[in-house]
């Protein structure tokens, strides 16, 4: 299986800086000729530091649902026969991968949430910073898109989305706000109309939840996470690891709750004699944050959380 991303006419893909670099990948790697999966592949830089790990015979997927995404990691990667990019969203991980390699992944590294090129590049229309059209899809594979979420949805679907994807307690004044003003065309308009109704002091913050709410809404990022999660299980040897990057509370407590006791309830299952029965166990107890030094060269990773896990023997879902 060879499925090389068709080659775009792209400008520039604006620098990621990989986040919890070695951290990530020394937790991910158990075996040096494992075959392992990077599920956000981005620019390539967790997946480049991972091949510089592998031997001759480990071999590494690397999944995106962009091709902007996929174009720079293989050109940023180069010629690599052990590295494969496959198009895709990680939601569907045991169907994008071949048969004969479910149940035998060594580990599986999630980087979630967005590039600094999606949010660079206006024209994808996820920063109220830059001015562009509604969009914030990540990948031409989903559904809805921003102008859809936000001139479309009916009041409590909006409001809902604002509240419990964004975090944002201002979330009625804003829909409201939102549906009197459409239609609403572009970033910069709905930057305007956010900020024309939340408190001053708290603006930034408060732009920046509703454009995460309506985000994680067009990308079905929370589905989608659980479904990684639960696909992995699949995939994974016994003993194979899944290595997650969060960036808000909202993907972290599926991640940590996942990793506890293999569902999304946080709660262990126990067998008839009160032994726990879980299919996976976290490997680090306490959530590995970046340094100082990591943030102040990168503030992008200020919110970062590392997670790491491991397929208990059995622990098939
Ligand atoms: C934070 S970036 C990863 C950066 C990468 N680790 C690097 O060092 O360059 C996240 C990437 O994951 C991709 N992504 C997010 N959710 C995805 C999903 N459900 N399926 C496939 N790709 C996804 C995004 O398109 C983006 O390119």
Redesign the pocket.
């Known amino acids: 299986m060879n499925r090389k991303p068709m080659v775009l006419e792209m400008t520039t893909y604006h620098q990621?800086i990989?986040v919890l670099l070695n951290e990530s990948v020394e937790g991910l790697i158990t075996d040096k000729d494992g075959l392992y999966i990077d599920?956000?592949?981005?620019?390539?830089?967790?997946s480049k530091e991972i091949l510089k790990h592998l031997g001759e015979n480990g071999r590494l997927y690397g999944?995106?649902?962009?091709d902007e995404?996929l174009e720079a990691a293989s050109s940023n990667i180069g010629d690599d026969p052990r590295f494969t990019p496959i198009k895709?969203?990680?939601?569907y991980l045991s169907t994008l991968l071949p048969p004969q390699t479910h149940g035998q992944v060594a580990g599986i590294l999630l980087?979630?949430?967005?590039?600094t090129h999606?949010i660079k590049e206006a024209e994808r229309g996820f920063s109220f910073q830059e001015d562009g059209p509604l969009d914030m899809r990540?990948?031409n594979l989903s559904g809805v898109s921003a102008y859809q979420v936000v001139n479309e949805y009916e009041y409590e679907k909006l409001r809902d989305v604002i509240f419990h994807y964004g975090e944002e307690k201002q979330s009625r004044q804003i829909a409201r706000a939102i549906i009197e003003n459409r239609p609403i065309e572009t970033t910069g308009e709905l930057q305007s109309v956010v900020s024309s109704v939340v408190n001053k002091r708290f603006e930034v913050k408060s732009l920046a939840r509703v454009f995460q709410g309506i985000r994680i809404e067009v990308?079905r990022?929370l589905d989608?996470l659980k479904r990684v999660m639960e696909e992995s299980l699949e995939v994974l040897k016994p003993g194979g690891r899944i290595v997650a990057i969060s960036y808000h509370s909202l993907e972290d407590r599926i991640v940590k709750r996942f990793f506890k006791a293999g569902n999304f309830e946080g709660k262990v299952e126990k067998d008839f004699y009160g032994n726990p029965i879980s299919p996976i166990k976290p490997v680090n107890k306490q959530v590995i944050t970046p340094k100082k030094e990591e943030v102040s060269v990168n503030p992008a990773s200020r919110s970062a959380k590392l997670r790491i896990a491991e397929k208990i023997e059995g622990g098939d879902s």
């Open positions: 990621h990989p599920g956000t592949l981005g620019g390539g830089g967790h999944i995106d649902q962009d995404a895709g969203n990680f939601g980087d979630l949430g967005v590039s999606q990540m990948g990308n990022e989608m």
